[in-house]
């Protein structure tokens, strides 16, 4: 299955380069060909984070309601996850699938020949007879005698009639770079950039990602070494593998940038999520108006002790706020329905009734 799946990828790869007549060209058009494919499972990875982005407010209820209970808390986290719809480990698992089509593109750049033009072992082997080099196993890398192939491939078709029409030249340059060199890190030169730019593109995808979704700072404290885990796992790449791979690399995570903004921006749309910067707002709003409200409390205690009363030193209760006014619009009241004072005249001193 592994082996269809290699395979597989080769033949893209192949109808690629046929169509640009580029092979780092048909390695950018094949990254986003995969994204393409993989965009249904990237944007169910996306609307689960998201969902959990959503409730995090009702995890860090039910964190401060039993801190003191694990097993429960547990438990009415699941309850939580079912209510909600949302499987805490299907965010993770789709973002795990790059790294398999990694492994299959490095045996397609590694084996041209077997993969690209689907030639069998005996039939490599046969090329690089008629080339005059040695090889003696599949598991060797075939770069060398692809591009040695692409130099002298009439030569070649005339000393193999029988497979001339399975032979093929690839030019692995692009932009003057041969992508079937591995960069040396003791050696500067232009290949010794595109493991920088692929670790320099790896960390600014996932610092891009991290503002969109505005995770509290220390949640970023405790993702620095998934932050950094990309970047230098990149690093790794660039310098132990032939340069189309930190292409593929740079190509992957410029793609999946734009592509987890999109979904990032859509969800949050439909879902009714606020964007970091509304959160930031929404949280001053509700800090004003709880100095706000804390203000109008004291103010009323101070009214009060200025009045004899003595309150508790704390805010005054709304029960016991609404009993006071109460009494103060019973005694408005009776002051109202009172009977007026009867006058007295100068002239005589008789009272004279007002009604």
Not at 165 to 180: E, N, Q, R, T, W
Request: proline content about 5%; aromatic content about 10%.
């Amino acid at each position: 299955m592994w082996s269809g799946i290699v395979n597989g990828f080769g033949w893209v790869m192949m109808r690629l380069y046929e169509f640009t007549q580029d092979y780092g060209l048909a390695l950018i058009v094949f990254t986003l060909f995969t994204k393409l494919i993989l965009l249904p499972f990237s944007a169910k990875s996306r609307k689960s984070m998201m969902k959990m982005t959503k409730f995090t407010p009702k995890m860090k209820e039910l964190e401060a309601k039993y801190k003191d209970d694990k097993e429960r808390y547990n438990l009415e986290l699941q309850k939580l996850y079912k209510q909600e719809k949302v499987n805490p480990l299907s965010g993770c698992l789709w973002t795990l699938i790059p790294f398999p089509i990694l492994i299959a593109l490095y045996g397609v750049v590694r084996l041209p020949l077997s993969r690209m033009l689907h030639l069998s072992d005996a039939e490599v082997t046969a090329v690089a007879g008629a080339l005059g080099v040695e090889y003696t196993s599949a598991s060797a890398t075939q770069l060398g005698l692809a591009s040695s192939l692409a130099e002298n491939l009439d030569a070649v078709k005339a000393a193999l009639p029988d497979i001339a029409d399975k032979l093929h030249a690839i030019d692995f340059s692009f932009l003057g770079l041969d992508m079937s060199v591995t960069p040396n890190y003791g050696l500067l030169n232009w290949y010794f950039l595109l493991p920088l730019i692929s670790a320099g593109c790896a960390f600014l995808s996932t610092w891009v990602m991290q503002r969109m979704q505005g995770l509290p700072v220390n949640q970023q404290q405790s993702n620095k070494f998934m932050t950094l885990m990309g970047p230098i796992f990149s690093l790794w790449i660039g310098f132990s593998m032939p340069s189309a791979m930190s292409l593929y690399w740079i190509a992957s995570s410029v793609f999946t940038t734009i592509q987890e903004v999109l979904l990032t921006l859509y969800y949050r749309k439909k879902l009714g999520i606020l964007s970091p910067r509304e959160q930031r707002e929404e949280a001053k709003r509700a800090k004003a108006e709880e100095e706000r409200r804390e203000a109008e409390r004291e103010e009323r205690r101070r009214r009060l002790a200025e009045g004899g009363a003595t309150p508790n030193r704390g805010a005054m209760s709304s029960k016991k706020y609404k009993q006071l006014k109460a009494q103060q619009a019973a005694r408005q009241s009776e002051s109202k329905n009172a009977p007026a004072a009867p006058e007295q005249t100068e002239e005589d001193g008789s009272v004279k009734d007002t009604e």
